[in-house]
């Protein structure tokens, strides 16, 4: 049968592994990670699957194509499929989505809300992650409010939010603020994000320690007891590297 569907622009499917940060951390997943992103933090911890001059590297796929590859990597065996990015949100999703589900996968997404799409309802879970003033992006309320809406209260939502200092710290608040239905994620941001060609170059993890530290400890004083304050699980055990 020939899969009619948009093709999907796929940087990397890999997994195994487990979920390194935020609601579904230390679950065992299997990732699809999409080419393309309509920001450019200034952190970004994932260029080859933002920045175009690694565009060679992705490809277009079909969802068939896509889920033939998600059942390899898991066996056959029913898991959770992250799709990640880039922004996963600017791919064609919702066939690969209802295929999955045919056979008991469920499927969690993030993104910064800046793209809304109709097949946000059918997800398990939906991860808004807008974008702090560290990131030098700006943030649309209104369209993060939209992805919110197009969700219609099916998959778990949550937010998650990367700080990097005090000003990341207030913006996060406001988020919270906006959106008090929703469980808070804090993540402290690494500093030292991997430069696309050398997945080896050391993560300093004692300074995200210590970020995190100031995390908790502001999270505190300020009696902020809903946030949740999470590290980067994968970047403690493998630093920067690719596809683990
Ligand atoms: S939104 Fe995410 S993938 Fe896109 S540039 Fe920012 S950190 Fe990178």
Known sequence: ???????????????????????????????????????????????????????????????????????????????????????????????L???????????????????VREWFAELDVLVLSPKPPSSEMRTDWATIEACFQAAQDKPQVVLKLVVFDEDDYTFAKEAAARFPRLPVYLQPGNHTPPHPGNEDAPVDVDGIMKRMEWLVDSVTRDRWFEARVLPQLHVMLWGNKRGV
Request: with cysteine; charged share 20%.
């Open 97 to 115: 989505i209802k295929r999955g589900h045919d056979e008991s996968y469920r499927f969690a997404l993030e993104t910064q809300g800046s793209v």
């Open 1 to 95: 049968m020939t899969d009619t569907h948009p093709a999907i622009r796929v940087s990397e499917i890999f997994g195994p592994t487990i979920q390194g940060e935020g609601v579904l951390i230390g679950l065992p997943t299997v990732f699809v990670r999409t080419g393309g992103c309509d920001y450019r933090c200034s952190w970004c911890d994932s260029l080859h699957a933002v920045d175009r001059q690694f565009r060679d590297e992705w490809q277009m796929m079909s969802s068939d194509a896509v889920w033939q590859n998600v059942v390899a990597l898991s066996g056959g065996r029913p898991l959770m499929v992250s799709l990640s990015g880039g922004n996963p949100a600017i791919q064609p999703f919702g066939a």
